[in-house]
């Protein structure tokens, strides 16, 4: 980073180019084809198809990528939350993370009550529809995988793992917590 770009912050917003796009489209086909094939349902709540929300996750986590400056991952190893082969999306800082993303301007942060704690370290949230994202903030797995927020999305018949938005870090935040976290547990 040169002196003029400044830290990816909440609110930041990504675009994806034509040829982006056109990649998160064909990533999209081939990793849907592939989960299906491989038995991985897509438990999704809402009337879109398999198809449209693999674009939107595909894309999410590319806009997520590009904003934090991060090399893509285009395996089509199939990942499965409730088998434990979810290995989060990309790494940053050294931190496994899961993009999470949501069409809703107002949508929360959520995981699935089989989400099986291991490798994910932090979860992220982008808001938007394809091909515009924006960044909303993180959320270490610890602090989102508990009993107590567990609960009901409209429409959902199981329940999820839930955080609003404003309990979402900006990634100086979560840098200083993992940092206290360090310091109190003697890792640091």
Known sequence: MNGNEKSPGIGDVVKLSVEEQA??????????????KNGIRNCR???R??????????ASELAFEKLFNLFPDFSLDPKSSANGTDKGDCVWLGLTVDVKSTTHPNGRLTARSWTKRGSVRVYALMVGEFPEYEFRGFMLAEDLLRKERLNYLPRSSSQCYIAEQRELLCPNALLELLRLVAIKSGTD
């Open 23 to 36: 990649i998160a489209i064909r990533h999209a086909k081939k990793k849907s084809a592939s989960s299906r």
């Open 45 to 47: 709540i809402s009337d």
């Open 49 to 58: 198809s398999d198809l449209e929300i693999e674009l939107e996750g595909v």
